[in-house]
C-alpha cells in the first residue's frame, strides 16, 4: 500500500525577509524609537509615554507592532478608561493624538520595509511541486514580487477586496496567508479591506 501524499505547509518566520535585505522587527523598532523618543528633548513626549505603557502592559513583546496595539486599543473609549485605571501616565495624551501616532507608526513601518529588495535567495522557490500553502508572519512584499516576477500564480485572498473563496480555487500555484496582514492592505472609509497593487 502506496503511502499517502503529505501536504506541505510552510512557516515564514518573522526574519524571512531579512536575506531580502529588510530590516527585522526589532530594527524597524529601534529606528522608530531613536527618530521619535531618543531624538525629542520633549519628556512627556506622547510617543515616548506611550512606549513605556507597551513595555509594562506587553512584557514578553515590546516592538512596534505591540505598540500600534496598544494604540488601537486606546482609541476604544472602554479600552482607554481600562488602560487610565492602570497606566495613569496616558492621561496627559490627548485621544485625537493617537490617530496621528498610529499614522506614524505605519509610515514608519512603510518606509522600512518599502526598500530595495533582493529576491534571489527565494530561486529555490521554483523548485516546489506545486500548489503549496505558506503562511507568514512578515507584511512585506517580498514573496509577492517573487511570484510576480516569476509569473506564479498567487493568492493571498484579495481581488481586490477580501474574498476567502479564492483560497479553494485551482489555478494558484501558491496560497498565501498572511497572518499579521500586509502592507498593502488598507481599510477604506465604509470599512471594507482593500488590497492595492505592488508594482515591481
Request: charged share 30%; aromatic share 12%; with cysteine.
Amino acid at each position: 500500500m502506496c503511502p499517502k501524499k503529505m501536504k506541505i505547509i510552510y512557516l515564514l518566520g518573522a526574519g524571512f525577509s531579512v536575506p531580502a535585505g529588510l530590516d527585522d522587527i526589532n530594527k524597524v523598532t529601534l529606528s522608530f524609537l531613536y527618530n521619535h523618543v531618543e531624538r525629542s528633548e520633549n519628556d512627556d513626549n506622547s510617543i515616548k509615554l506611550l512606549w513605556e505603557t507597551t513595555c509594562a502592559h506587553f512584557k514578553n513583546r515590546k516592538d512596534i507592532e505591540s505598540f500600534l496595539t496598544l494604540v488601537q486599543m486606546l482609541e476604544d473609549d472602554e479600552m482607554y478608561e481600562l488602560l487610565l485605571s492602570k497606566y495613569e501616565k496616558i492621561k496627559k495624551i490627548q485621544k485625537k493624538e493617537l490617530q496621528e501616532i498610529k499614522l506614524n507608526a505605519q509610515k514608519h513601518i512603510r518606509n522600512q520595509l518599502e526598500k530595495k529588495i533582493n529576491i534571489k535567495f527565494l530561486e529555490n522557490l521554483n523548485g516546489f511541486d506545486y500548489p503549496i500553502n505558506i503562511f507568514t508572519l512578515n507584511y512585506d512584499s517580498v514573496r509577492d514580487v517573487f511570484c510576480e516576477i516569476n509569473d506564479i500564480e498567487f493568492t493571498d485572498g484579495f481581488d481586490p477586496f477580501w474574498n476567502s473563496q479564492l483560497f479553494q480555487e485551482t489555478e494558484f500555484q501558491i496560497n498565501l496567508f498572511r497572518l499579521h496582514g500586509s502592507l498593502y492592505w488598507l481599510k477604506t472609509p465604509s470599512g471594507k479591506i482593500l488590497k492595492v497593487p505592488i508594482f515591481v
